[in-house]
């Protein structure tokens, strides 16, 4: 019998690739236009998905407003999406890059006010 940390890592292997299947699949059903196929990728991943942003954000508000970008962009960006990666990748990947325009914007905002007072 194999040792305990041996099978919850294969029984964790299978649960990611199952995972991945259903993403797969809710993504080309989405592709199709789904919208309810969507709707369960954005329930599937929200809270990943706001957990990364939230640390790049500047309150909980901005984090939820980048969360909800972010599965906008993909709802748009789904029929350029190659499946290259995985779903939940993709998706960090749009909104790790909305949270960094956010906080440019806000940096960019905060040169150019403390600027005109000099």
């Known amino acids: 019998m ?4 041996r099978t919850t890592a294969y029984r ?11 993403d797969c699949a809710l993504v080309a059903f989405a ?6 196929a969507f709707g369960d990728l954005v329930r599937r991943h929200a809270d990943g998905l706001y957990a ?7 309150d909980r508000d901005e984090a939820e407003e980048v969360t909800q ?14 499946g290259d990666a995985q ?3 993709w998706l960090y990947r749009i909104g790790v890059n909305e949270a960094r ?3 440019d914007g806000r940096r960019r905002a905060r040169t150019s006010s403390s600027s005109s007072y000099h």
């Open 2 to 5: 194999g040792s305990p940390s």
């Open 12 to 22: 964790r292997d299978i649960a990611t690739s199952r995972m991945t299947e259903d």
């Open 31 to 36: 592709r199709a236009g789904d919208r309810a």
């Open 52 to 58: 990364v942003v939230v640390r790049l954000c500047a």
């Open 69 to 82: 970008e972010a599965f906008l962009r993909a709802w748009r960006g789904l029929p350029g999406f190659r």
């Open 87 to 89: 779903f939940f990748t």
């Open 101 to 103: 325009r956010r906080a």
